[in-house]
């Protein structure tokens, strides 16, 4: 519209030429995919590597003998050292692959925390959480005694450093916080908590479902202990997820799930534990997931993440500037440097009317609570619409997503 | 264009009005029965107090909530309707509704209860919004059972 136009540092238009499903209609309009946050589409360089595994190279891992359990375990593992590369881990077995960030984080609460948990001990987390990293915490709460320190945000989303330290004390075991706040799209400071929590003695988790796809991560820079990914965020395929943990940490976490390829030996009597990372991969892993993980890994790799960041963050800017001319529109999370997610409240409109209507005009945008509950209240609020921005997205789809906006206002305002 | 008239058609003049001016909008300190309806996917939330007299009658009914257009709507509609019958004729025309939102055949309605309960019946067209509809009706239900809590997801 009438925003300077910026000379394009990422070619949106092409990398959109990847994406089919983004050339389809809905109601006999152009789709505009603003949910990537819940879901990202999926390039053909992601699907074609999945088919071409499964037409070639499929079978079991690390079972059979044959020629094509081999190829199959390869690229498994391969798989395994892609996600090593993209953290920048320092080693392969430090990546376990569970079927998608919840499950990597209740994998932490179960086999790392929960043994380490007297009652009256303490879980720091933040009240931005998503619900997949609420309620493991939760459980430890109602089965063992632990207590959920809440850390508050400021009115503009961001995190309050010094309240977080403030509430790591000597009965905490463990800070659990996202990377980025799916809601607010905040990006809290993960290398300053990781610092402040371990000059107490304190570990850290880092929810990156959302952190993870916006910005390059360095889990040794960090010096995080357990990070989670998902892989369908990520432009991968569902069913997939991973863990990072440090060795250490891995080494001395009891098994999770029990079956097949996570044990040395079982007999009558006694089971002993394969080492980590297959201790936590019990039964057949997601393989085929595997490969579409790796291959959309290499797909973000394979362009200029800092300008992928730069052109999410033009949309986010381009979109922010509209709507504050809206003095209908209330949007929730303003902090600085926050990620491509825009969530509000418009006046006299309720979020599920609101994107019933955008969805007839082909937007397609999240409304609800979002796994978010608590942050739901801490902004005194039911629900929010939420617009989220990916590297396919254009300046066009904002502007559809604008004027969208306003024929909602002219049908229910 | 079509889509457009759809949408017409959900949120159409009388919905909107009852949506922002909703009927029975408040508490009953006397009730003799009470539910909560929570729809957990979209947050919707309704409590329906009503009074059922001795004749079988429901003597009066209010309800409290917070939501979409659709579901408050729904419940202003409902408790405009019920008011002054038997759980019988209650039940009939819940039936009736139900069929209505979901685009199916609707059946032992009389002409004038169809006709008012018409004005919902553009939700059909959007399934994904049809528990917004139902759930004033179904914690009603509820209450009358007893009271326990409705769910529609």
């Known amino acids: ?413 | 264009m079509l889509m457009d008239d759809s949408l017409r058609e959900l949120y159409q003049e009388v919905i909107l009005d009852h949506s922002r001016h909703p009927r029975h909008f408040g508490a009953l300190a006397d009730a003799t029965h009470v539910g909560e309806g929570f729809n957990p996917l979209c947050g919707d939330r309704v409590k329906i107090y009503l009074i059922l007299g001795a004749d079988n009658r429901i003597a009066d009914i209010k309800f409290e909530g917070k939501g979409c257009a659709i579901s408050q709507a729904s419940a202003s509609l409902m408790t405009d309707m019920i008011v002054g019958r038997t759980v019988e004729e209650v039940e009939k025309l819940m039936g009736g509704f139900l069929n209505l939102v979901k685009g199916e055949d609707v059946q032992g309605l009389s002409p004038d209860d169809r006709e008012r309960l018409e004005v919902m019946g553009g939700v059909s067209a959007f399934p994904m919004r049809v528990k917004c509809a139902t759930l004033a009706w179904h914690t009603m239900k509820s209450a009358l059972e007893g009271g326990t809590a409705a769910k529609t997801e």
């Open chain 1, 1 to 413: 519209m009438n925003a300077p136009a910026k000379l394009p540092m990422f070619d949106a238009a092409a990398a959109r030429a990847d994406f089919e499903i983004l050339s389809r209609e809905v109601y006999g309009k152009p789709l505009v995919y603003l949910d990537s946050a819940a879901s990202a589409q999926k390039p053909r360089q992601v699907l074609d590597a999945m088919r071409d595994f499964a037409t070639s190279e499929y079978a079991n891992v690390h079972r059979g003998v044959h020629y094509l359990s081999a190829t199959a375990t390869e690229r498994y593992e391969a798989a395994r050292e892609s996600v090593r590369r993209f953290l920048n881990a320092a080693h392969a077995d430090e990546i376990v692959f569970t079927k998608g960030g919840t499950e990597a984080i209740n994998l932490v609460s179960y086999s790392f925390l929960a043994p380490r948990i007297q009652p009256g001990d303490e879980i720091v987390l933040s009240v931005m959480e998503h619900h997949s990293n609420i309620v493991p915490w939760h459980f430890l709460r109602e089965r063992q005694g632990a207590v959920l320190r809440w850390v508050d945000v400021r009115d503009d989303g961001s995190l309050d450093i010094e309240a977080l330290d403030d509430a790591i004390g000597a009965k905490t075991k463990l800070v659990a916080i996202t990377h980025m706040s799916n809601v607010l799209g905040t990006v809290t400071p993960l290398k300053e908590i990781v610092a402040r929590a371990h000059a107490k003695g304190v570990p850290v988790l880092a929810d990156g479902c959302q952190g993870a796809v916006h910005g390059r991560v360095d889990v040794r820079d960090l010096d995080i202990d357990f990070y989670a990914i998902t892989g369908h965020k990520l432009y991968g395929p569902t069913g997939i997820g991973a863990l990072y943990a440090k060795r250490a940490h891995l080494k001395a976490m009891r098994p999770f799930n029990g079956g097949g390829e996570m044990i040395r030996e079982v007999t009558r009597d006694v089971v002993t534990y394969a080492d980590p990372p297959a201790r936590f991969e019990a039964g057949t892993p997601p393989i085929i997931e595997s490969v579409g993980l790796a291959a959309a890994l290499d797909y973000l790799s394979s362009m200029d993440r800092t300008a992928i960041a730069a052109h999410e963050h033009d949309l986010l800017s381009y979109a922010r500037e509209q709507l504050r001319e809206l003095n209908w529109v209330r949007v929730i999370g303003d902090a600085p440097g926050k990620g491509a997610i825009l969530s509000f409240e418009a006046d006299g409109m309720h979020a599920h009317d609101l994107a019933t209507i955008l969805d007839r005009e082909g937007v397609a945008v999240r409304a609800g609570h979002h796994c978010a509950q608590v942050l739901m209240e801490r902004f005194n609020v039911a629900s929010t619409t939420r617009a989220s921005f990916a590297l396919y997205n254009t300046r066009e789809d904002v502007d559809v997503f604008v004027a969208a906006l306003h024929k909602a206002r002219g049908i229910l305002g």
